[in-house]
């Protein structure tokens, strides 16, 4: 029996109110949340702050889920996150697989980047919704 694929991301703004986004050298080069699959026994949360920690180099702390977002596509669950850093350091790329990661204002952020990393950042500033499941389609990219 195969396992079924859980993915994390987060949500990690800045004192200035700017979102934190990584680049990753595979795929279509896009800016997207730090964030990656589940390991073996790890939760969402668990996953989430690793991904940080791997691609950027910062310790993270999970503060709330701001949505679950099904992939049929891929038969996936994917969860987000608001996370609050331990430390006011910048972050560092990890080179084997995000080439950048910076913050960004969140009314100019980069291209290449998917609707899906759109929705997940404007889903986790509506602190008002209380929608968070929603079924997602096949990704549109804005380049």
């Known amino acids: 029996m195969s396992r079924k694929p859980v993915g994390a991301a987060a949500v990690i703004l800045d004192a200035e109110g700017r979102v934190l986004l990584v680049k990753h050298n595979y795929g279509k080069y896009n800016w997207e ?14 996953t989430a702050t ?5 691609e950027t180099g910062l310790e993270a702390d ?3 889920m701001t949505g679950v977002y099904y992939e049929p596509e891929h038969d996936m669950h994917h969860f987000v996150f608001t996370c609050k ?3 006011h350091q910048p972050p560092r790329p990890d080179e084997a697989e995000v080439i950048a990661c910076q913050y960004f204002h969140v009314d100019d952020l980069p291209r290449p980047i998917s609707d899906f990393t759109l929705a997940r950042i404007q889903d986790a500033l509506n602190k008002s919704d209380d929608q968070l499941f929603h079924i997602i389609g096949p990704r549109q990219w804005f380049e």
């Open 85 to 87: 850093l331990s430390s």
């Open 50 to 54: 690793r991904e940080v920690r791997e």
């Open 33 to 46: 949340l730090p964030g990656g699959l589940s390991e073996l026994s790890e939760s969402a949360a668990s």
């Open 62 to 64: 999970v503060e709330r």
